[in-house]
């Protein structure tokens, strides 16, 4: 069965400081994934996806993410963090041809001034 | 493009009461999702479809009900309204590659 698994609740860090939101997947194939950013009352919008191709994916707002298959991760970064980068991420990976996604619980990202 | 749209935002139901959370895209996408949102859970899918006439169960169906008659619509019925209901709703239409979502319907079961 798929599965994801964001291991931390929240992520703190520094304005300017380079921040990792941290993504484990779980899926038998190729799998598809995706990040996807949460502001408080509102939709999910999408960041980024890893479907085929490079292992480093560059996304939206700067936010890049690597495909590590050996150890079956997806993690988010951003070199720079902002405090309007505060929000929940979800990671999600689907598979097969009916474009369901599995979610992760999500990660509330806090960034300080 | 308004992309996908919900109806209503925002809905108070007693115990037992019925309801259905409209959605509409205008993308033309084939593919669409229902949603759940609990605190600290992430998104569950609740039903799905991959065209009109075609719908199909996802990991928390019971309790709710699906139609899909046209590409653009897909309308969630809610029977018999339960406090474990309470959640937030999103719908969502997929393209290659990715799922738009909508703005989320907010509900509060009584």
């Known amino acids: 069965a798929q599965s994801v698994a964001q291991p931390e609740d929240q992520v703190n860090v520094a304005e300017g400081n380079p921040l990792t939101v941290k993504c484990t997947y779980s899926v038998s194939g190729n799998p598809y994934l995706f990040w996807y950013v949460q502001y408080p009352n509102r939709g999910l919008q999408f960041l980024l996806k890893?479907?085929?191709?490079?292992?480093l994916v560059k996304g939206s707002y700067g936010f890049e993410a690597e495909f590590n298959k050996s150890q079956t991760s997806f993690h988010l970064k951003k070199p720079s963090a902002l405090v309007s980068d505060s929000a929940l991420y979800f990671c999600a990976v689907g598979s097969g041809n009916t474009g369901k996604l599995i979610f992760g619980q999500g990660t509330t990202l806090q960034v300080k001034p | 493009n308004a992309g996908v749209t919900q109806t209503p935002k925002f809905r108070i139901l007693k115990i037992g009461q019925s309801m259905t959370l409209q959605c509409t895209q205008d993308m033309n996408h084939n593919y669409m999702y229902w949603y759940r949102q609990d605190p600290g859970m992430g998104l569950k899918l609740i039903y799905y479809s991959v065209g009109a006439g075609i719908t199909d169960k996802g990991e928390v169906p019971n309790g709710y009900n699906v139609s899909r008659s046209t590409t653009e619509d897909f309308p969630l019925r809610l029977e018999l309204a339960a406090p474990s209901q309470t959640s937030v709703y999103f719908c969502?239409?997929?393209?290659?590659?990715?799922?738009?979502f909508g703005p989320g319907t907010r509900l509060t079961v009584l």
């Open positions: 969502a239409s997929s393209y290659p590659g990715g799922q738009f």
């Open positions: 890893y479907i085929t191709g490079d292992n």
